[in-house]
């Protein structure tokens, strides 16, 4: 419910800026994995008073602003927004199979038309290597430590080397470096 919060306090800004509709992102920052399906959210609220045309449309743009670029829906992208813009409504840009490249800020556009458009506040999308699963030796044995993949950001690297020692506590083991 706090982006409902923000949308109210957002709507009440634009109507004192003369605005007649308003656009809210949620939630601002969303993490994701390689490989993932994500979705980020835009919501649009019209104000009553003057009947809208239903005519209206919804983009994406990755970037900051003034370095922002157009999201084409496409192969990975998929834009999905109301049949209807008469009254308040949501929707969503959904990027299948994220990659390192789709890290960026997402800002949502809503143009209706005879009223104009109002950009969204943005959604910071981060996303992050898989997590491989650590192979550790048996005890007594020294581990090098190397991680390597070629979308890592930033670039892994060799880590300390490490023996498997036995814990005072029958069947525990921790590492301690050697």
């Avoid at 004192?16 to 601002?28: D, E, I, K, M, R």
């Avoid at 996303?127 to 930033?154: F, M, R, T, W």
């Amino acid at each position: 419910l706090c982006w409902l919060k923000l949308f109210c306090i957002l709507n009440i800004v634009l109507f004192l800026h003369g605005a007649n509709f308003s656009v809210v992102q949620f939630p601002s920052e969303v993490v994701a994995i390689i490989g993932e399906d994500i979705t980020l959210n835009c919501a649009f609220f019209i104000q009553t008073g003057r009947a809208p045309s239903a005519r209206g449309a919804m983009s994406w743009f990755k970037g900051l602003p003034g370095a922002e670029s157009a999201v084409d829906k496409g192969h990975r992208y998929n834009i999905s927004y109301p049949n209807t813009f008469l009254s308040s409504g949501e929707g969503s840009l959904i990027i299948t199979n994220v990659s390192l490249e789709d890290t960026g800020r997402y800002t949502c556009k809503m143009m209706v038309w005879g009223l104009g458009e109002v950009r969204g506040n943005g959604i910071n999308l981060q996303v992050y290597g898989k997590k491989d699963q650590l192979q550790v030796g048996s005890l007594g044995h020294i581990k090098l430590l190397h991680c390597n993949h070629p979308e890592a950001s930033p670039p892994l690297g060799d880590f300390p080397v490490y023996r498997i020692i036995e814990s005072e506590k029958a069947g525990k083991s921790h590492s301690k470096p050697p």
